[in-house]
């Protein structure tokens, strides 16, 4: 198969947002900006790269980023909250992510609300969003747990509104790969939006569900450098990466001899002791002949 | 469903110390693992005693396929035997295979058969290498993915086939170069196999299917019954400290930080119903939750924080607080202690 001839997908990274939630990791305004640049590098196009409503410290490390020449297109991410989209836009983003929960669970424990709420609070935010003229993309979070035809209604309203994807968050990685076959499969033909896979590594199938989805048909995918994120961590960039070229035929658009040099650089600049079984391609570490 | 223990294997190529030997074996057991799979000759180098009744039933002998070998086994006391072959492209079983595995059919061993590079191969002929080595006396087939060719749903498809269609017992060995390997292990499980290899975090030349990953994501993703897990992170940590091996913090299931929860939405959320951001609750695998103050904490969990030491924070100064926290966090660029928190709040409250 030529190159020009692969099915092309688009890494979402949030190692700076989702992957800094991981415990005890913290980045400075410096190591957002070496972060983003060598991801750019990489072929990364979209970067999420943090929360402006979290305060002085975030804002002023957004503002860097985006005053780095790069050319992906560098994402906030918000709540549906007016609070939260103009401090994006106030730090300047162009374009901006507005998460809501999904579930029914989320919706009645987190929130105390109703999808009726929901939907009109993400309406709003999207309103408001566009009309400082920013690009809005749309999250579903705990999609994994939620009614899937809510999914739908949610990306339909989105849609209308001016949405250009909507992400789907298995918030508590509960998605097996062939659960998620199935459901990528139902959800890709009835959904107004393209849609950004979002899984999380509480089982171990964080970067497994992200190819098999992406495999389905979706067209984009969140990942972080070495898996890092919240709890067990999200897709690895690496190894999903890695497993789209050399098992699907898949092109991501990512340089791959940038992958090991990116753990590294985040490795080192979190703090985190270096421990051989980061998530990273292991065909990187271990030449096969080496273990038989 | 049957767990075939790779961590041992992997341990004592490593090398580990002998010493460490029955501590190893002794947690495996506790993960109820229904074999321990060794090689011979490693055996035979640790200088190991023959075994007894007990182990010969639980350790599979991994030899290559000759009839020395499987006298060597059987001379150490193994009753169950693994011949281990690795095919160039066009070969098939040879001679020698087939007299080893009539050889220890002669002696009364379990006689298995694992194709190390089973994945470059297509269904029909494993189907036709499987038909050879049935009618030599093998009882098992192990097909072990050592390329990492599979993915989930393509090692689904093909172990399904290979399981509907073949005499005798199928066994997988999922490998992790993509990180794909607790997941192909699911694939293989949903397509009706029942005996998989395992290791414990996976560990490996080129990594395994994770055991405790398989064992949670049967209980909570295919609603399967499972024995006791109240004691699986401490186990696995154990036998990983014996074998030399080290994981992240954050490993899957069995990780110290797994339930460390910053962000101040999580932490809001764990507060109201920990089922919000917790796939199940860490006492489940022996685990605790933690409360980090750092940089993405919100009022919720600086108020959460003091009234753990019952105290309430005043509402003016929650957010001064918190503005010094997260300023401390990114100058020291680690979570805050709990000294540095009380002086931020004694400060905070005089002015």
């Known amino acids: ?272 002791p270096k421990v051989p079984q980061i998530r990273f391609p292991m065909l990187y570490k271990n030449p096969r002949n080496a273990c038989i | 469903m049957r767990w075939a223990d790779q961590t041992l294997l992997v341990g004592m190529d490593t090398p580990m110390e002998r010493a460490k030997f029955h501590e190893v074996v002794d947690n495996l057991k506790k993960l109820q693992v229904t074999s321990i799979d060794v090689k011979v000759r490693v055996w035979d180098q640790y200088n190991l005693s023959p075994l007894n009744e007990e182990q010969g039933q639980l350790f599979r002998g991994i030899i290559k396929g000759t009839v020395e070998e499987v006298k060597l086994a059987h001379s150490l006391g193994f009753k169950r035997v693994i011949v281990r072959e690795t095919f160039e492209q066009g070969d098939g079983l040879t001679k020698h295979n087939i007299a080893a595995l009539r050889t220890g059919n002669k002696r009364k061993l379990e006689m298995d058969f694992l194709l190390e590079n089973a994945s470059q191969y297509s269904v029909e002929k494993i189907k036709k290498i499987w038909r050879g080595v049935f009618l030599a006396g093998a009882e098992t087939f192990i097909y072990n993915d050592g390329d990492s060719l599979l993915h989930p749903l393509s090692a689904a498809r093909v172990l399904g086939q290979l399981v509907s269609s073949m005499p005798g017992r199928i066994e997988f060995i999922a490998h992790n170069a993509y990180g794909l390997a607790t997941a192909n292990a699911l694939g293989a499980i949903q397509a009706g196999v029942r005996r998989i290899g395992t290791a414990v975090a996976g560990v490996g030349c080129q990594g395994h299917a994770a055991l405790e990953e398989i064992l949670m994501a049967q209980k909570h993703l295919l609603g399967q019954k499972i024995g006791e897990t109240q004691e699986i992170a401490t186990i696995c940590k154990t036998i990983l400290a014996a074998i030399k091996v080290p994981i992240s913090s954050t490993k899957a299931i069995i990780g110290d930080e797994l339930f460390a929860h910053e962000s101040g939405i999580h932490v809001d959320g764990v507060l109201k119903n ?67 928190l009380w002086a931020i709040y004694t400060a905070a409250v005089g002015e």
Request: net charge neutral; aromatic share 6%; with cysteine.
């Open chain 2, 274 to 340: 920990p089922q919000l951001y917790e796939p199940f609750p860490p006492e489940e695998v022996g685990l605790t939750r933690k409360l980090v103050i750092g940089k993405h904490s919100g009022t919720a969990s600086i108020q959460a924080k003091f009234r753990q030491w019952n105290v309430v924070v005043p509402e003016l100064a929650v957010n001064k607080i918190l503005e010094r926290v997260r300023r401390l966090a990114v100058v020291q660029k680690s979570p805050i202690t709990d000294q540095q």
């Open chain 1, 1 to 272: 198969m030529f190159m020009k001839d692969r099915r092309k997908v688009k890494i979402v990274d949030t190692t700076l947002r989702d992957g800094e939630q991981s415990p005890g990791i913290v980045f400075s305004a410096s190591d957002k900006v070496m972060i983003a640049s060598a991801l750019d590098k990489a072929g990364v196009e979209w970067i999420e790269a943090g929360v402006p409503i979290m305060g002085k410290e975030e804002e002023e490390a957004l503002k860097h980023i985006l005053a780095a020449p790069l050319k992906a297109k560098i994402i906030a991410w918000n709540r549906a909250v007016t609070a939260d989209v103009l401090a994006s836009v106030r730090c300047g983003f162009s374009y901006v992510h507005i998460s809501v929960p999904i579930s029914d669970l989320h919706i009645k424990e987190k929130i105390k609300k109703t999808r009726k709420w929901v939907l009109e609070e993400l309406e709003q935010a999207i309103l408001l969003a566009k009309s400082f003229g920013c690009t809005v993309s749309v999250g579903a979070e705990d999609a994994g747990r939620a009614d899937r035809e809510f999914f739908l209604q949610v990306a339909e309203v989105a849609a209308k509104r001016g949405a250009i994807h909507i992400r789907f968050a298995d918030t508590v990685g509960c998605l097996t790969p062939v659960s998620t076959a199935e459901l990528f499969s139902f959800l890709l033909p009835r959904c107004s939006l393209p849609i950004e896979v979002h899984m999380h590594n509480d089982f171990g199938l964080a970067s497994a569900n992200t190819v098999v989805a992406l495999a389905a048909g979706a067209n984009m995918a969140s990942t972080t450098i070495a898996g890092i994120g919240e709890r067990a961590g999200n897709a690895g960039l690496g190894e999903v990466v890695m497993a789209l070229y050399d098992l699907y035929g898949i092109d991501s658009g990512v340089d791959v001899g940038s992958l090991e040099s990116l753990s590294k650089l985040v490795m080192e600049l979190s703090g985190l």
